[in-house]
């Protein structure tokens, strides 16, 4: 990058920092660190809610996702919208209701400690791992398009933002991800607008929509059939979106607590409504256009010659293995389809060299797709922009990572530290304690991305992948907490921890695609649920005849 383009990498990062630090006073208690008070308007909500949920991961791997397979993976949101009216009609009512501080401790109200504990546990491994993830993914990609040591990028991914996380705990979070947002949209913006400004003169708008729809790229509804019928192991239609993907979405809004605590920081049950509502409408359509640059980039490399890989330290490494010789027989082949506007035979060079790669490094498994949309900005984009385009890179992955850190400590604190250890302490000694409980997830999870590494074809599935291993069975059992209230404790503990086994031995098996997960383990834990109770109450009644 030029000097230009580091300057502005730099202040904004610097501005981001200081002005977290600048909103982190707060009432030094749990209420003011985890919950501000319970004081934000519902736009701080909403942008809260979006940041939490739009890491680096989205705006990295959105466009590459688009660009590889494209358009469908917006299906996996279609089921969001109503979810986001579920969780206001039965979810935020209650968690007002019982002022909790996070969404497990409803858990030990309506059944007993055990399963608020499980289910506590079940979010920090998820939230744990994924995080870990969520600075890894951008520190892998920038430190490869940049030349910059992967481990030190972890460390300042991470490490920055632990500043005003642990400082100013959920209100940093939140004015902070409410600029973060900001400048998010602005950079996108910018680059879907260069991405068809950049095309040849006679080519417009429009007629890159054409290419890629030519490309199979305007894919935006698949119904998943095949001739032999529905395909259960296609990741990505509108079955598996309006099905999957509401379940997945009612269970990472409405009991993750990384979510859950977004909107518990609402002045009152209309504002978390109005922020999550909201945010059921603007998902959708921001996503669509994440992907929509996925497809312009598309269309731009089939008028401009692009690379035939774009991960470049991969094929440098590549390049010093034996398949060097077929690796460039390809790359010429590619350049000369490309002259010859064989645009078609250009992808089938793609794909087989993509294999190439995989045999080349088997050890890595090498795939490009994460870094499509930064090698686009590094090789096309003007001065400033570019600096800019890496900087909401680090923001976007502030955003989620900070209130990560800041649920996870929240969890720690409430369901463990206060219940196990400490029980009594002063209103400091706990924002005290909450602050070291954030350092430590926060160095946790830099851990976890030193050690991250071949998480799956692409990042943002990878963490989808990871959700879905755990969000069923975690919504499973707040359904029944909220709908079956005959049903006690023992009973849902026990389908909880079997319906857990289940999902991970049928994603082991490869069974079915990772989005129906969600929607397995939450019908498991609610029929095991019933079974159990039913087979106890046949105990009791016998018990209580034979006592008579």
């Given amino acids: ?52 949920q739009a890491s680096a991961i989205t705006f990295l791997t959105g466009p590459g996702q688009a660009y590889s397979d494209g358009m469908r993976f917006v299906q996996y ?8 009216i579920v ?54 990609v920038l430190s490869s398009l940049m030349g910059w040591n992967i481990y030190y990028t972890n460390l300042v991914m991470g490490g920055l933002l632990i500043i005003y996380t642990m400082s100013g705990g959920a209100k940093a ?13 602005i950079a996108l913006m910018l680059t879907g607008y260069l991405a068809v400004k950049l095309l040849p003169g006679a080519v417009g708008f429009t007629d890159a929509l054409k290419a890629g729809a ?6 935006i509804i698949t119904t998943g059939m095949t001739p032999h019928g529905f395909d259960w192991k296609d990741k990505y239609n509108i079955w598996s979106g309006l099905i999957g993907g509401f379940f997945l979405a009612l269970s990472y809004f409405g009991t993750d607590h990384s979510q859950v605590g977004r909107y518990l920081t609402a002045k009152n049950v209309k504002e978390s409504r109005k922020g999550l509502l909201i945010n059921g409408l603007v998902k959708i359509p921001m996503q669509f256009f994440i992907l929509l640059i996925g497809v312009l980039i598309f269309s731009f490399y089939q008028y401009t010659k692009g690379p035939v890989y774009f991960d470049e330290v991969s094929l440098a490494q590549a390049k010093q293995t034996i398949k060097k010789d077929s690796l460039v027989m390809l790359e010429g082949q590619y350049q000369q389809a490309f002259v010859q506007n064989d645009h078609k035979t250009a992808n089938e060079i793609r794909k087989t060299f993509k294999q ?64 196990f250890f400490v029980k009594k302490e002063t209103e400091l000694a706990d924002y005290k304690v909450a602050q070291w409980y954030t350092l430590g997830w926060g160095i946790f999870c830099i851990i976890i991305s030193m050690f991250a590494y071949n998480i799956g074809n692409s990042l943002i599935e990878a963490v989808n992948i990871l959700g879905s291993l755990f969000y069923g069975v975690i919504l499973g059992v707040f359904l029944v907490a909220f709908w079956l209230k005959r049903i006690k404790g023992n009973a849902v503990f026990a389908a909880a921890v079997i319906s ?5 031995i049928i994603y082991w098996l490869d069974i079915i695609s990772f989005l129906w997960l969600n929607a397995i383990g939450a019908l498991l834990v609610i029929m095991l649920s019933i079974l159990f109770q039913l087979a106890a109450s046949q105990r009791g009644n016998k018990e209580h005849k034979i006592s008579k």
């Fill in 500 to 504: 857990e086994i289940a999902v991970c």
């Fill in 214 to 219: 030519q490309n199979g790229k305007m894919n």
């Fill in 356 to 419: 190439v790669m995989e045999r080349a490094l088997p050890d890595k498994k090498p795939n490009d797709t994460n870094y499509i949309f930064l090698r686009f900005v590094k090789d096309n984009l003007p001065v400033g922009l570019i600096g800019l385009i890496f900087a909401i890179i680090f923001l976007a992955a502030w955003g989620s990572i900070a209130a990560a850190l800041n649920s996870l400590a929240a969890c720690s604190v409430v369901d463990f530290h206060k219940r």
């Fill in 1 to 52: 990058m030029s000097r230009i383009d580091w300057a502005i990498l730099i202040a904004t990062l610097l501005s981001i920092i200081i002005y977290g630090v600048y909103k982190s006073r707060t009432t030094k208690n749990l209420e003011g660190y985890f919950l501000s008070n319970r004081s934000l308007p519902w736009y701080l909500v909403l942008l809260s809610i979006m940041g939490t």
């Fill in 87 to 140: 969780i206001c009609i039965f979810f935020v009512p209650v968690f007002s209701r019982l002022k909790v501080y996070t969404a497990y401790e409803f858990l030990e109200h309506r059944f007993d400690a055990k399963t608020r504990t499980f289910t506590s546990i079940l979010f920090l491994l998820s939230r744990g791992l994924s995080t870990g993830i969520s600075i890894f993914a951008p520190s892998l």
């Fill in 77 to 84: 949101y279609f089921g969001l919208p109503l979810a986001m």
């Fill in 173 to 185: 979070v939140a004015h902070t991800q409410k600029l973060q947002m900001i400048i998010v949209f």
